[in-house]
């Protein structure tokens, strides 16, 4: 059985950075596309970012690109989201998620597996 264990959210100033890591065992992680994913109360899980399996492409949404970088090591079976310049907007709870055979990257129902999130809160 797959599992994806986040870890490093928590309470940050506006403007300040985080890295997230989120940890996989039960699967041939580099065999896997990974994705970021975050949701607050009461919105929708929005795409946030995602790394093919190989880490050769990487993707991002719109309202964090250039401030947040994803990125992977296979040989711990670890990705991470560093994040910078962050805003109040970004207070959610972020989900690392875990696909094969991902078409469109952005798209929840792509991925096969998911972490149960950590906690961001961004004070202003």
């Known amino acids: 059985q797959v599992q994806l264990v986040e870890s490093g959210g928590g309470l940050v100033q506006a403007g300040g950075s985080l890295r997230l890591s989120c940890a996989a065992s039960?699967?041939?992680?580099?065999?896997?596309?990974m994705g970021w994913f975050r949701q607050a109360p009461g919105k929708e899980r929005e795409f946030v970012a995602a790394?093919?399996?190989?880490?050769?492409?990487?993707y991002y949404a719109d309202s964090v690109k250039d401030r947040f970088t994803i990125s992977r090591d296979n040989g711990k079976n670890t990705v991470y989201l560093g994040m910078n310049s962050l805003t109040p907007e970004g207070t959610c709870s972020y989900s690392c998620?875990?696909?094969?055979?991902?078409?469109?990257?952005?798209?929840?129902?792509?991925?096969?597996?998911w972490g149960q999130g950590t906690q961001l809160s961004v004070s202003s």
């Open positions: 039960g699967c041939t992680f580099s065999s896997y596309a």
């Open positions: 998620t875990a696909g094969r055979g991902v078409g469109d990257y952005s798209q929840r129902d792509e991925y096969d597996y």
């Open positions: 790394i093919s399996w190989s880490g050769g492409s990487v």
